[in-house]
């Protein structure tokens, strides 16, 4: 861990209105400032690694909220991620780490077998019956919630169905490599289908290797960084055996990722050119707004925007959705009040976290209650699933939607 980073922090306190687990809490132990401060204390000898200090530290969604926020430049959130990596790497992987890490998450085809059970317990009708009988009450807690927020699974996952090379329509602009992401791929297959469409409709051949695999975030969550420099080395030369102008995704934390590869494979030339390739969907799709505008039929719709944190935080991306929504006719456009505040999903955390998350979500939920629109628009997996979950407990009118399954749909209708 970088020392300078930690001293850097000078206690001014501008990160804590950004900080969701301190805005619940009031705690300082639960605030940017604090966590900094915890870890300096370790990394000066001071405070041994305490089972509360990491109590503390892991109540952090690493959202990045605070990065944002400090004037000097301190990311409390990837500083604690840091710190956590570091500890569970030398205390090794255990026994399911390793296998969840090592023998499922980086075989893509293992991945779509593992969720063939799930699939057969929702087509079957199995699923209705135990959420009717309340089966799942007398299971742990937390099978209960991942069960709760699974929502409807595609027939099949998009790698399985979708060709390498989709041609462009029309004359042929550049090619674009296409990332496909495993929760996309397996869950929210729809709106990754809407992103290569409307990549083609622009004049872009998507390429999409078949045997490209996960990103690596779960390994870097997981402390296992030479798992996630093994998935890094694999789609680095993937990849590069194809003369792509951009690596495309429509998944945030993929994107964010991605974007780090040349960090974490410092020195490493290929890793630098991957990373510099890759952008999220809504820059692609922003450098053809006119384009994009002729193409768009009306919508009338009233339509607010999350920005996933990962997106905005980890990306500096907040532009170009809102821009690209407000290209859709007839679509009117009601601004979220702190847009880019977490929805308390964070990877596992709505699991591992149940309580937080909830009341994360629901400070969520009161601001797109508050808009008055119907349509929610976000861009990540993990705030799709959360927020779909929200909202069909809370808001059951409101509707939620990938930002490309909306531009498609004002593009050709209803597919
Ligand atoms: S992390 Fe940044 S904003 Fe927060 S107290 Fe330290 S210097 Fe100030
Ligand atoms: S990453 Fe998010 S939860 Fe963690 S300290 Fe920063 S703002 Fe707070």
Do not use: W
Not at 182 to 187: E, F, K, N, T
Not at 252 to 279: M, N, P, T
Request: aromatic content about 6%.
């Amino acid at each position: 861990m970088d020392y300078v980073k930690l001293i850097n922090c000078m206690r001014c306190g501008m990160c804590l209105p950004a900080c969701p687990t301190y805005k619940e809490t009031f705690l300082e132990t639960a605030s940017p400032r604090g966590r900094v401060a915890l870890v300096r204390k370790v990394q000066e000898g001071e405070l041994d690694q305490s089972e509360q200090l990491l109590e503390y530290l892991s109540l952090c969604l690493d959202c990045q909220a605070c990065a944002s926020a400090c004037p000097c430049g301190v990311n409390a959130g990837e500083l604690v991620a840091e710190f956590t990596c570091e500890r569970k790497e030398s205390r090794g992987l255990g026994f399911m780490e390793d296998l969840i890490l090592r023998k499922l998450v980086p075989h893509p085809d293992r991945l779509e077998t593992s969720m063939v059970p799930m699939r057969i317990y929702q087509k079957t009708g199995l699923q209705n019956l135990v959420r009717k009988l309340g089966i799942l009450k007398m299971f742990p807690k937390q099978l209960e919630r991942m069960e709760g927020l699974l929502p409807d699974l595609p027939d099949k996952p998009l790698r399985q169905e979708i060709q390498v090379i989709t041609p462009a329509v029309g004359q042929e602009r550049g090619t674009v490599g296409f990332f496909l992401g495993c929760v996309m791929s397996l869950i929210f297959s729809d709106a990754s289908r809407a992103t290569i469409k409307l990549l083609s409709s622009l004049g872009y051949k998507v390429i999409t290797p078949k045997s490209q695999v996960c990103c690596g975030a779960p390994n870097m969550l997981g402390g296992d960084m030479a798992g996630l420099k093994e998935a890094a080395q694999t789609n680095i030369d993937i990849f590069a055996s194809y003369d792509v102008d951009f690596i495309v995704t429509d998944c945030g934390g993929c994107g964010a990722e991605l974007k780090k590869y040349g960090h974490h494979l410092d020195g490493y030339k290929s890793a630098e050119i991957f990373s510099g390739k890759v952008r999220d969907i809504s820059q692609v799709l922003a450098l053809h707004a006119d384009q994009l505008r002729a193409k768009l039929k009306p919508l009338p719709l009233k339509v607010t925007y999350h920005d996933p944190c990962h997106i905005a935080h980890c990306q500096g991306i907040r532009k170009e959705p809102r821009d690209l929504l407000k290209l859709v006719p007839a679509l009117e456009y009601r601004e979220l009040e702190a847009a880019d505040a977490c929805c308390g999903s964070a990877g596992t955390y709505n699991i591992e976290r149940p309580e937080m998350s909830d009341l994360i979500l629901k400070r969520k939920l009161d601001t797109i209650q508050a808009t008055g629109a119907k349509i929610l628009v976000t861009s990540n997996p993990g705030c799709l699933l959360q927020l779909k979950k929200g909202l069909a407990d809370h808001l059951p009118d409101v509707k939620i939607m990938h930002l490309t399954e909306i531009l498609d749909l004002s593009m050709n209708g209803q597919s």
